[in-house]
């Protein structure tokens, strides 16, 4: 809920106020399709997690995060678990059809700008031969450092590009979901990992 109300205040500096409703809807449709998804390999899961995401959530947010776990989950397809080279893979694919079908770029100010640095993130821990749990530490700090940048930015993708200079000094909402989500990786990963 406290999510969902950020995200609303984000929007509303930059946009009409209701891209927070929006996420919190499709991620409700989100736990019932994962619930409904138990057995499923993961690739099945993400693909219906996106779907559910498509959906429900409105504007370009429905798309673009439906695409994310969509070509995730087509990455993912078949495999029972993912370890740290399949968990970058999946990214790069939902990374790549996400900059194809937007045509946004690092610098425009949109969820690119926290997604990208979080992928390479992986792919650097993945050649380094650092553990999971680190990995997604550093990944999940690239994501947050990705997403604060896009204060600095003037937005020039979305319906926030009309505004031009005025969306100077605000955090784009999309990149911020992009960090929270790789948080909740962190913190899912570490509450699995703690001793009972």
């Not at 690119?112 to 050649?127: N, Q, W, Y």
Request: with cysteine.
């Amino acid at each position: 809920m406290q999510q969902k109300d950020d995200l609303n205040g984000l929007d509303a500096e930059c946009g009409d106020g209701d891209f927070g409703v929006g996420m919190y809807v499709a991620f409700q449709r989100v736990q019932q399709a994962a619930l409904t998804s138990i057995g499923k390999d993961v690739g099945a899961l993400l693909k219906d997690v996106g779907q559910a995401i498509l959906s429900s959530a409105g504007g370009a947010s429905g798309p673009l995060f439906g695409t994310l776990f969509i070509e995730a989950g087509r990455a993912a397809e078949g495999r029972s678990e993912i370890d740290l080279a399949g968990l970058e893979s999946l990214f790069r694919q939902a990374l790549q059809e996400i900059r194809e079908r937007g045509g946004a770029r690092v610098g425009d100010k949109t969820l690119v700008d926290a997604l990208e640095p979080a992928t390479l993130s992986l792919g650097e821990s993945t050649r380094a031969g650092i553990d999971l749990p680190r990995a997604l530490e550093k990944a999940a700090e690239a994501a947050r450092l990705g997403s604060e940048s896009t204060r600095r930015l003037i937005a020039r993708h979305g319906k926030a590009r009309y505004l031009g200079e005025q969306t100077l000094g605000h955090e784009d909402p999309g990149a911020h979901v992009i960090a929270v989500l790789f948080q909740t990786l962190v913190d899912r990963y570490r509450a699995q990992s703690a001793p009972s």
